[in-house]
């Protein structure tokens, strides 16, 4: 259980958080892409510069598919998630993943030997994402859930063109884990499916997994398998395509306001009803909060695509962002500032050694540089205005179609079983704006505040 210490540290760190709304950067969709000034496309839908043109950049969305910058290929790595010293804030981050595990945006802190991602009074929460991309793999955490009606935990994979394999949990249901997959964001919402009967998700720690190849999604829950998901069972013949999720992902751990009365009521509704800004959790500690312990990755290592990660970086060479259109390359993923982008990695920089590592000589620049989070989560909303609930099945399946004849049960590759394959018409649902998190302290800073706090005590 989390003590006095969290609540004073919370108290330190208070003062220096504030929630507003920034100036709007133009948005972006698959029907409008960004203009060449701000070309990139980050995982919210707006367009940018700097840190948009890194994790979550959509190429589809952006001026061009090489307007977002090569993401980093998989490394297999256990995360002890002891410290937050491979914890880099958004806005300290160029691209150099071998000088950071995983990028903020919210607030992390350290208590007892895990990471805890917060969620202050009317805030969006907290986001970590790993530096690296995994395309098909094992990743498993273990995870203390928030609580309370409209607080969600989640634990997702997530691509930048929106691939999406998930793990949430609702604060009103401590029994259960929802699993759900998306392909390039589009609003399946009866993909979903429960795994149920688990001891109360907020006082103990599980561990979850997602073993994710280029044929089979299975969800674990301590060892057990909860749900299987064949990439058989997704073709969608109206499109000519796999709707299964098949493209390079980063792990993302979050806490996020479904119950938000900005969502949508479907959400709302999804997410156990609006959300109480004063909670116990936030009137004894100032903050929900989720627990985040060891996270493993286990790259998939095949020797050729689809899967591999034998280079530098993962980049996309068709709008239609399926497998087929990847390749492990060499290109590099770093920015010499946040004024360059993919299609001038240099701009503004002074540091010639290319670190990957923001610096206080980075110029000064007019366009949108940092991203912000939304209150619908890092990922594609479970619901709907439209939807009801959005709760999914309770370890269900639904198939989209039949799978052709013609196709092999192996060796997936997103080809429409032959034919150059087309892309969906479907609109994308990954696009939100709303408010981002203003930061006046480092994770560094945070953790001396937690440091300082802790003095108190002795």
Same mark, same amino acid.
């Given at each position: 259980?989390?003590?006095?210490?969290?609540?004073?540290?919370?108290?330190?760190?208070?003062?220096?958080?504030?929630?507003?709304?920034?100036?709007?950067?133009?948005?972006?969709?698959?029907?409008?892409?960004?203009?060449?000034?701000?070309?990139?496309?980050?995982?919210?839908?707006?367009?940018?510069?700097?840190?948009?043109?890194?994790?979550?950049?959509?190429?589809?969305?952006?001026?061009?598919?090489?307007?977002?910058?090569?993401?980093?290929?998989?490394?297999?790595?256990?995360?002890?998630?002891?410290?937050?010293?491979?914890?880099?804030?958004?806005?300290?981050?160029?691209?150099?993943?071998?000088?950071?595990?995983?990028?903020?945006?919210?607030?992390?802190?350290?208590?007892?030997?895990?990471?805890?991602?917060?969620?202050?009074?009317?805030?969006? =929460?907290?986001?970590?994402?790993?530096?690296?991309?995994?395309?098909?793999?094992?990743?498993?955490?273990?995870?203390?859930?928030?609580?309370?009606?409209?607080?969600?935990?989640?634990?997702?994979?997530?691509?930048?063109?929106?691939?999406?394999?998930?793990?949430?949990?609702?604060?009103?249901?401590?029994?259960?884990?929802? @699993?759900?997959?998306?392909?390039?964001?589009?609003?399946?919402?009866?993909?979903?499916?429960?795994?149920?009967?688990?001891?109360?998700?907020?006082?103990?720690?599980?561990?979850?997994?997602?073993?994710?190849?280029?044929?089979?999604?299975?969800?674990?829950?301590?060892?057990?398998?909860?749900?299987?998901?064949?990439?058989?069972?997704?073709?969608?013949?109206?499109?000519?395509?796999?709707?299964?999720?098949?493209?390079?992902?980063?792990?993302?751990?979050?806490?996020?306001?479904?119950?938000?009365?900005?969502?949508?009521?479907?959400?709302?509704?999804?997410?156990?009803?609006?959300?109480?800004?004063?909670?116990?959790?936030?009137?004894?500690?100032?903050?929900?909060?989720?627990?985040?312990?060891?996270?493993?990755?286990?790259?998939?290592?095949?020797?050729?695509?689809?899967?591999?990660?034998?280079?530098?970086?993962?980049?996309?060479?068709?709008?239609?962002?399926?497998?087929?259109?990847?390749?492990?390359?060499?290109?590099?993923? @770093?920015?010499?500032?946040?004024?360059?982008?993919?299609?001038?990695?240099?701009?503004?920089?002074?540091?010639?050694?290319?670190?990957?590592?923001?610096?206080?000589?980075?110029?000064?620049?007019?366009?949108?540089?940092?991203?912000?989070? @939304?209150?619908?989560?890092?990922?594609?909303?479970?619901?709907?205005?439209?939807?009801?609930?959005?709760?999914?099945?309770?370890?269900?399946?639904?198939?989209?179609?039949?799978?052709?004849?013609?196709?092999?049960?192996?060796?997936?590759?997103?080809? =429409?079983?032959?034919?150059?394959?087309?892309?969906? @018409?479907?609109?994308?649902? =990954?696009?939100?704006?709303?408010?981002?998190?203003?930061?006046?302290?480092?994770?560094?800073?945070?953790?001396?505040?937690?440091?300082?706090?802790?003095?108190?005590?002795?």
């Amino acid at each position: 259980m989390v003590r006095s210490m969290l609540s004073l540290g919370v108290a330190l760190l208070g003062a220096s958080t504030a929630v507003f709304a920034a100036d709007e950067p133009p948005t972006c969709s698959l029907e409008k892409k960004c203009p060449k000034e701000t070309p990139c496309c980050s995982q919210y839908g707006q367009c940018g510069i700097g840190a948009y043109c890194l994790g979550g950049c959509d190429p589809r969305m952006s001026f061009s598919l090489d307007s977002c910058v090569p993401a980093p290929v998989c490394q297999s790595k256990t995360y002890k998630m002891d410290s937050l010293d491979g914890i880099v804030d958004v806005s300290k981050y160029l691209g150099d993943s071998s000088k950071a595990d995983w990028v903020a945006q919210g607030e992390p802190l350290l208590f007892n030997g895990n990471v805890l991602l917060t969620m202050p009074a009317h805030s969006v =929460g907290t986001v970590l994402a790993s530096t690296t991309y995994m395309w098909y793999g094992n990743v498993k955490a273990k995870v203390k859930t928030s609580r309370g009606a409209g607080v969600v935990t989640a634990f997702i994979l997530l691509s930048d063109v929106k691939d999406e394999i998930d793990y949430e949990w609702v604060g009103a249901d401590l029994s259960v884990a929802q @699993t759900n997959y998306y392909f390039q964001g589009i609003p399946e919402y009866v993909n979903s499916g429960n795994i149920t009967s688990l001891s109360d998700t907020y006082e103990n720690f599980h561990e979850y997994e997602i073993q994710w190849t280029p044929d089979t999604i299975t969800w674990l829950v301590d060892g057990k398998v909860g749900r299987t998901k064949k990439r058989s069972e997704t073709w969608n013949a109206t499109a000519n395509q796999w709707n299964y999720p098949q493209t390079p992902a980063r792990v993302q751990l979050s806490i996020w306001p479904g119950g938000a009365d900005s969502n949508a009521q479907g959400t709302i509704d999804w997410a156990g009803g609006p959300i109480d800004w004063n909670s116990d959790d936030i009137k004894k500690f100032g903050y929900d909060f989720a627990t985040f312990g060891e996270v493993t990755v286990e790259c998939y290592n095949a020797k050729s695509a689809p899967g591999t990660n034998l280079h530098t970086s993962y980049t996309y060479t068709d709008y239609r962002a399926t497998n087929d259109t990847i390749v492990d390359g060499t290109n590099r993923t @770093t920015l010499k500032s946040f004024a360059g982008t993919g299609l001038d990695m240099d701009a503004g920089g002074s540091d010639t050694s290319g670190s990957g590592t923001a610096s206080a000589s980075s110029p000064t620049v007019t366009a949108a540089t940092i991203p912000g989070g @939304t209150a619908s989560g890092p990922g594609s909303a479970p619901a709907d205005s439209d939807s009801g609930s959005g709760s999914g099945t309770s370890g269900g399946d639904s198939s989209s179609s039949v799978q052709p004849s013609n196709c092999q049960a192996t060796g997936f590759s997103q080809d =429409g079983c032959g034919s150059s394959g087309s892309s969906t @018409t479907s609109s994308n649902s =990954g696009q939100s704006a709303g408010v981002r998190v203003e930061r006046t302290l480092g994770t560094s800073a945070f953790a001396a505040l937690v440091a300082v706090a802790g003095l108190f005590l002795l």
